[in-house]
């Protein structure tokens, strides 16, 4: 089953790029704004050529990693705080909800005056979207643990920090999980429309300036490529889901 899966997978892309070139050529779609696979291929063998490409690529992915894993952290840590502190959790509940409900790519101005059309702006735009989704959801997952189960460690003498590390963060490790796989996402939303604002390098900087220059073909390389690049990333969680939740198990 596997298998089959994995083949019909790849002659559904493979049909999916023909129909388009083809497309192309015989121009039943407009090949100046929709481009196509070979103009797209050809476009990234000269950017890879001049090496020019793997700056744009290594600037965004550094900093897609770098808003990714500082997100997760200070989001997960956040919502132990609040666990924690059951009164910080009360005064704090209705200021996340309206923090989620915000425009947070909105914000991605203020944070340019604040911080400075660079690195730190970028990163605070990401920051922004995916903190606040982090906290969230894992703090709603430490309140769902089973209270039996954190019983049975008071009932040992455990004060509230050893129910937290012995039940409550590795019943929660699903829930953590799930909240990387989403903050892949999320941090590449951040990343790009924050290259979009501020950065002279990147991949968001070759979309918007292939739009400003109406190449096409560059925008849509582009967006292939951040596609390739969060697959990756998707594939490293799914590969640290299995180590975490194999191991809990």
């Known amino acids: 089953m596997s298998l089959w899966v994995r083949i019909t997978q790849i002659v559904l ?12 050529r015989m ?6 704004l929709f481009s196509s696979p070979n103009r797209i291929i050809q476009l990234l063998y000269a950017k890879v050529a001049d090496g020019s490409l793997f700056l744009h690529i290594w600037v965004t992915v550094l ?11 200070l989001g997960t840590a956040f919502a132990a705080l609040i666990w924690l502190s059951p009164f910080l959790s009360r005064v704090l509940d209705p200021y996340l909800v309206v923090a989620n409900s ?31 989704i982090t906290i969230l959801n894992v703090y709603t997952s430490f309140r769902e643990v089973d209270p039996n189960q954190q019983k049975v ?14 039940a409550v963060l590795p019943a ?11 903050n892949v996402g999320l941090s590449w939303v ?14 968001g900087y070759l979309i918007i300036y292939g739009f400003q220059v109406f190449n096409f073909t560059l925008v ?7 596609a390739i690049a969060a697959t990756l990333m998707y594939q490293g969680v799914a590969y640290l889901e299995g180590k975490l939740i194999g191991k809990r198990d």
């Open 27 to 32: 121009q039943w779609i407009d090949g100046l």
């Open 153 to 166: 460690i008071r009932l040992f003498g455990g004060n509230r920090r050893a129910v937290f590390m012995k």
């Open 190 to 203: 951040g990343v790009i429309v924050g290259e979009f604002l501020v950065s002279k390098e990147g991949l």
């Open 102 to 132: 915000l425009p947070k790519v909105a914000l991605g101005p203020l944070f340019i005056v604040a911080l400075g059309p660079g690195l730190l702006s970028i990163i605070a735009t990401t920051l922004s979207i995916t903190v606040i």
């Open 63 to 73: 900093e897609t990693i770098a808003g990714f894993l500082l997100g997760t952290l």
């Open 220 to 226: 849509i390389g582009s967006v292939f490529i951040i």
């Open 172 to 182: 929660s490790y699903p829930t953590i999980v799930s909240t990387l796989k989403v």
């Open 13 to 24: 892309l493979v049909i999916f790029f023909a129909v388009w070139e083809i497309a192309a």
